[in-house]
Nanobody, 127 residues
């Protein structure tokens, strides 16, 4: 059974930093991209960032460019989201996700491209 376990969320003041982690269990291969999404009450889940299987390509939504950085490591397969200069509008539940498979350098950005999801970790940016 595939499981994605997020961690690292919490309460932080505006301008602060957090690093989210997501470890993948139950998959014995690593040929897939990994992504982060977020959702606030009453709104649709939105794309935040994603990184290719190779780790060489990444993509970010415009509102986080220059502030967030995505990276990944293997053995175990883990994706990270380093968040700096956090703003109140970054408050959300953050979810990591993976497709079943992607080509080496492809970075999926649409929710429909992702098959496995974590349960989410809360990030609250407030003074």
């Amino acid at each position: 059974q595939v499981q994605l376990i997020e961690s690292g969320g919490g309460l932080v003041q505006p301008g602060g930093s957090l690093t989210l982690s997501c470890e993948v269990y139950g998959r014995h291969i690593r040929n897939y991209a990994m992504g982060w999404f977020r959702q606030t009450p009453g709104k649709e889940r939105e794309f935040v960032a994603a990184i290719s299987w190779s780790g060489t390509n990444s993509n970010y939504t415009d509102s986080v460019k220059g502030r967030f950085s995505i990276s990944r490591s293997d053995a175990p397969t883990t994706v990270y989201l380093q968040m700096k200069n956090l703003k109140p509008e970054d408050t959300a539940v953050y979810y990591c996700a993976t497709p079943i498979h992607t080509t080496k350098d492809y970075v999926p950005v649409r929710i429909i491209e992702y098959n496995f999801w974590g349960r989410g970790t809360d990030v609250t940016v407030s003074s």
